[in-house]
C-alpha cells in the first residue's frame, strides 16, 4: 500500500551568516500500512526496516526452542535466561540428561537400572584403545582427536557385562588380497577392508557374535548358479581375467554382484540364536531420546561392478545406555537390471539380557524403482544413490527373526 507522508516543518531561515556547509536535509517521517510511525534521513536506514530484522531474528530463535517454549506465547524472545542449556552426561545417574528451558521439561526416557559403564571395555588392554569420552555428553570419541598412520581404530565400551569392541583399518595390501583370493576362490571386490569388523560379547553369558569381511565374502555363490546374466559382466570377467593381481584359473563363474546373506559370526561355544517370529524389534524403545555413548559405522567391502552400479557391505552399531542396535546392509544396484538390500539388524537389551535378530531381504527390477521417482523431483540419479530411499520402496521377499534370552 502507498504510505501518507508528510514533511516535519523547518526552523525559519536564520538571521546568520551563512557558513560554507551544506544545508542539512530534514528528515521524512512515513505512516506505515499498520499504523507505526517511521523515520528515515535521506541515506540513512528505514527504521522499520530494522524493526523487521528483529522480527526475523526473534522469529528464527523462537523456532528453536522446544515446542513447550513458544506455544503459548507467540512473541516470545530468548534470553539468557531460557536459551536451552545441555546438561553434562553423568555415568552415576540414574536418568540420562534431558534438555530444559527456563522450565523444567518432563522426562520421556524411561527409567533404567544404573548401569556399569567402562571405556575401554573392561577386558580391553587401555593401550589398544585411544579413543576418550567426550567430558560434555560422554559419547566415545570416534575418530580418534589422536592422528596415527596407518590409521588403525579399535575403540571399546563395556555396559554391565556387555561388551561391544570395533575394529577399522586400511584396505588389504596385495599379498593379503592373493591370500584372500586363494581362500575364497574368486576375485575379492575392488575394495576390501579384511580387517575391519564389529564384534559384541557377553563373557558372563557365553554369548559372541561378530561381523567381519572374510566370513561375509565366504556366502558368495562361488558356482554361478545364481549369476546375473547381463551384457557387460563379460566384459567385467575379462578385466579380471587380464589383470595384473590376477591368479591363474581364478576367474570362473560366480556371483559378480558379491551379494550375500551375512547374519554374523558366532564362536564355537556361543549360544546360538533360535527363530521366534513372535519377537520384533521394539522401534517404540529406539525412538526414545537416550543419549548415544558409542555410535561406529564401516565399510567391510565395495565394487563398483565396471562402472555400471554398486555392491557395498556395510556395518554400523549405536550403544545406549539400555540397549544397542546393529545394521549389517548389503546393497546392491546394477543398473537397468536390479535393486537388492539384505538387512541384518542385531537388538540387544541389556538389563533384560534379550538378543534379537531381524535378516530381511528386499528386491525389485531396476524400471520398478526408476517409476517410483517423481518427475517433478529433478535428476532421479540422486535417489537412486540413496540406500534409505532405495529400502523404502523395494518390496519385502523374505524376513527371518530369532532371537534367545540369556
Same mark, same amino acid.
Not at 581364478?250 to 559378480?256: A, E, G, Y
Given at each position: 500500500?502507498?504510505?501518507?507522508?508528510?514533511?516535519?516543518?523547518?526552523?525559519?531561515?536564520?538571521?546568520?551568516?551563512?557558513?560554507?556547509?551544506?544545508?542539512?536535509? !530534514?528528515?521524512?517521517?512515513?505512516?506505515?500500512?499498520?499504523?507505526?510511525?517511521?523515520?528515515?534521513?535521506?541515506?540513512?536506514?528505514?527504521?522499520?526496516?530494522?524493526? =523487521?530484522?528483529? &522480527?526475523?531474528?526473534?522469529?528464527?530463535?523462537? +523456532?528453536?526452542?522446544?515446542?513447550? !517454549?513458544?506455544a503459548t506465547n507467540p512473541n516470545y524472545i530468548p534470553n539468557a535466561s531460557n536459551i536451552i542449556?545441555?546438561?553434562?552426561?553423568?555415568?552415576?545417574?540414574?536418568?540420562?540428561?534431558?534438555?530444559?528451558?527456563? *522450565?523444567?521439561?518432563?522426562?520421556?526416557?524411561?527409567?533404567?537400572?544404573?548401569?556399569?559403564?567402562?571405556?575401554? =571395555?573392561?577386558?580391553?588392554?587401555?593401550?589398544?584403545?585411544?579413543?576418550?569420552?567426550? =567430558?560434555?555428553?560422554?559419547?566415545?570419541?570416534?575418530?580418534?582427536?589422536? +592422528?596415527?598412520?596407518?590409521?588403525?581404530?579399535?575403540? !571399546?565400551?563395556?555396559?554391565? $557385562?556387555? &561388551?561391544?569392541?570395533?575394529?577399522?583399518?586400511?584396505?588389504?595390501?596385495?599379498?593379503?588380497? $592373493?591370500?584372500?583370493?586363494?581362500?575364497?576362490?574368486?576375485?575379492?571386490?575392488?575394495?576390501?577392508?579384511?580387517?575391519?569388523?564389529?564384534?559384541?560379547?557377553?563373557?558372563?553369558?557365553?554369548?559372541?557374535?561378530?561381523?567381519?569381511?572374510?566370513? +561375509?565374502?565366504?556366502?558368495?555363490?562361488?558356482?554361478?548358479?545364481?549369476?546375473?546374466?547381463?551384457?557387460?559382466?563379460?566384459?567385467?570377467?575379462? *578385466?579380471?581375467?587380464?589383470?595384473?593381481?590376477?591368479?591363474?584359473?581364478?576367474?570362473?563363474?560366480?556371483?559378480?554382484?558379491?551379494?550375500?546373506?551375512?547374519?554374523?559370526?558366532?564362536?564355537?561355544?556361543?549360544?546360538?540364536?533360535?527363530?521366534?517370529?513372535?519377537?520384533?524389534?521394539?522401534?517404540?524403545?529406539?525412538?526414545?531420546?537416550?543419549?548415544?555413548?558409542?555410535?561406529?559405522?564401516?565399510?567391510?567391502?565395495?565394487?563398483?561392478?565396471?562402472?555400471?552400479?554398486?555392491?557395498?557391505?556395510?556395518?554400523?552399531?549405536?550403544?545406549?545406555?539400555?540397549?544397542?542396535?546393529?545394521?549389517?546392509?548389503?546393497?546392491?544396484?546394477?543398473?537397468?537390471?536390479?535393486?537388492r538390500i539384505r538387512d541384518t539388524r542385531i537388538y540387544i537389551d541389556f538389563n533384560e539380557n534379550?538378543?534379537?535378530?531381524?535378516?530381511?531381504?528386499?528386491?525389485?527390477?531396476?524400471?520398478?524403482?526408476?517409476?517410483?521417482?517423481?518427475?517433478?523431483?529433478?535428476?532421479?540419479?540422486?535417489?537412486?544413490?540413496?540406500?534409505?530411499?532405495? +529400502?523404502?520402496?523395494?518390496?519385502?521377499?523374505?524376513?527371518?527373526? $530369532?532371537? =534367545?534370552?540369556?
Amino acid at each position: 500500500m502507498s504510505q501518507d507522508k508528510f514533511t516535519v516543518p523547518q526552523n525559519k531561515p536564520s538571521s546568520k551568516k551563512p557558513t560554507d556547509r551544506a544545508p542539512t536535509q !530534514s528528515p521524512t517521517v512515513a505512516l506505515a500500512s499498520n499504523g507505526t510511525i517511521s523515520s528515515r534521513t535521506p541515506g540513512g536506514i528505514n527504521t522499520v526496516h530494522i524493526n =523487521a530484522a528483529r &522480527e526475523m531474528f526473534a522469529s528464527t530463535a523462537r +523456532a528453536r526452542q522446544p515446542p513447550s !517454549s513458544v506455544a503459548t506465547n507467540p512473541n516470545y524472545i530468548p534470553n539468557a535466561s531460557n536459551i536451552i542449556k545441555r546438561q553434562p552426561f553423568d555415568f552415576n545417574a540414574i536418568e540420562p540428561p534431558v534438555e530444559t528451558t527456563g *522450565t523444567q521439561l518432563p522426562s520421556t526416557s524411561s527409567t533404567f537400572t544404573k548401569p556399569e559403564i567402562q571405556v575401554p =571395555a573392561k577386558n580391553h588392554d587401555k593401550s589398544q584403545c585411544t579413543n576418550p569420552q567426550c =567430558a560434555h555428553c560422554g559419547r566415545v570419541i570416534i575418530p580418534s582427536p589422536v +592422528a596415527s598412520f596407518p590409521l588403525v581404530e579399535t575403540p !571399546s565400551i563395556s555396559i554391565n $557385562d556387555w &561388551e561391544i569392541y570395533t575394529t577399522k583399518k586400511p584396505i588389504l595390501n596385495a599379498e593379503e588380497i $592373493d591370500m584372500e583370493e586363494s581362500r575364497l576362490g574368486i576375485p575379492v571386490p575392488e575394495m576390501i577392508f579384511g580387517h575391519n569388523k564389529i564384534e559384541i560379547k557377553n563373557q558372563l553369558k557365553n554369548f559372541n557374535i561378530s561381523f567381519n569381511t572374510p566370513d +561375509a565374502l565366504s556366502l558368495v555363490d562361488t558356482t554361478g548358479e545364481n549369476l546375473i546374466q547381463v551384457s557387460y559382466s563379460k566384459e567385467w570377467f575379462s *578385466t579380471r581375467e587380464t589383470g595384473t593381481n590376477d591368479i591363474k584359473g581364478i576367474v570362473k563363474p560366480f556371483d559378480w554382484t558379491y551379494t550375500t546373506n551375512y547374519k554374523g559370526s558366532f564362536t564355537n561355544d556361543s549360544i546360538k540364536l533360535i527363530e521366534n517370529s513372535e519377537f520384533q524389534i521394539p522401534l517404540d524403545k529406539l525412538k526414545k531420546p537416550d543419549p548415544i555413548l558409542f555410535f561406529d559405522d564401516m565399510v567391510l567391502y565395495e565394487d563398483e561392478l565396471g562402472d555400471n552400479g554398486i555392491s557395498i557391505l556395510s556395518c554400523k552399531i549405536r550403544v545406549m545406555p539400555e540397549r544397542l542396535l546393529l545394521l549389517t546392509r548389503f546393497f546392491l544396484r546394477v543398473d537397468n537390471v536390479i535393486f537388492r538390500i539384505r538387512d541384518t539388524r542385531i537388538y540387544i537389551d541389556f538389563n533384560e539380557n534379550l538378543i534379537i535378530r531381524e535378516y530381511k531381504e528386499q528386491e525389485a527390477s531396476y524400471q520398478d524403482i526408476i517409476r517410483k521417482v517423481s518427475p517433478l523431483a529433478g535428476d532421479p540419479r540422486s535417489f537412486l544413490r540413496d540406500q534409505n530411499w532405495i +529400502a523404502s520402496k523395494l518390496p519385502v521377499v523374505k524376513v527371518v527373526v $530369532d532371537s =534367545a534370552k540369556l
